[in-house]
T-cell receptor, first 111, second 111 residues
Framework: GQQVMQIPQYQHVQEGEDFTTYCNSSTTLSNIQWYKQRPGGHPVFLIQLVKSGEVKKQKRLTFQFGEAKKNSSLHITATQTTDVGTYFCAGTGGATNKLIFGTGTLLAVQP | ETGVTQSPTHLIKTRGQQVTLRCSSQSGHNTVSWYQQALGQGPQFIFQYYREEENGRGNFPPRFSGLQFPNYSSELNVNALELDDSALYLC??????????FGQGTRLTVV
């Protein structure tokens, strides 16, 4: 079945450093979505990418969708303590439009 | 706030019992998906309902079943509970392939 993997599993950075998480799907995706989940919370939608090679920015966050629509990345510039949480990519594909979540990257930011 | 509400927020059940979790979708959304999130892992797709019919299922046994009602609210039923069923159960409503809005989840503990 379809699998979505993320690396790294865990990243610890000093406040102000950059952070990147990578997402890879075993199959071609219709679109990719990114979510952030704070400890004890639920996933919160960040963004959706649809087009091959698409790049979107939200303030310090930059999202990319690969040319083959099988991989994606999230880059955070100059991390802040408010960025702490687990970042999940989630892809849709096939007839059901079901979201398949990646394994997640837990970001810890030290002040 | 996403407009998706789940009840109850916490639940403790005994192994072998049955449980029903409820979800009210965001207004205008005709698709609801259920996910199981074990501690430290990403959400795992259980199934999706579109206009009251099951529209895709993940790798979960038949004792996980669901319903979607005419108002697009939904239930997740789990029979013969096992210890490994302990997890956060998330409901997400969407408008067919668009961004998913998650509820706050129901944390189920099976003892």
């Amino acid at each position: 079945g379809q699998q979505v993997m993320q690396i790294p599993q865990y990243q610890h950075v000093q406040e102000g450093e950059d952070f990147t998480t990578y997402c890879n799907s075993s199959t071609t995706l219709s679109n990719i979505q990114w979510y952030k989940q704070r400890p004890g919370g639920h996933p919160v939608f960040l963004i959706q990418l649809v087009k091959s090679g698409e790049v979107k920015k939200q303030k310090r966050l930059t999202f990319q969708f690969g040319e083959a629509k099988k991989n994606s990345s999230l880059h955070i510039t100059a991390t802040q303590t408010t960025d702490v949480g687990t970042y999940f990519c989630a892809g849709t594909g096939g007839a059901t439009n079901k979201l398949i979540f990646g394994t997640g990257t837990l970001l810890a930011v030290q002040p | 706030e996403t407009g998706v509400t789940q009840s109850p927020t916490h639940l403790i059940k005994t192994r072998g019992q049955q449980v029903t979790l409820r979800c009210s979708s965001q207004s205008g959304h005709n698709t609801v998906s259920w996910y199981q999130q074990a501690l430290g892992q990403g959400p795992q797709f259980i199934f999706q309902y579109y206009r009251e019919e099951e529209n895709g299922r993940g790798n979960f046994p038949p004792r996980f079943s669901g319903l979607q009602f005419p108002n697009y609210s939904s239930e997740l039923n789990v029979n013969a509970l096992e210890l490994d069923d302990s997890a956060l159960y998330l409901c997400a409503s969407s408008d067919r392939g668009r961004r998913a809005f998650f509820g706050q989840g129901t944390r189920l503990t099976v003892v």
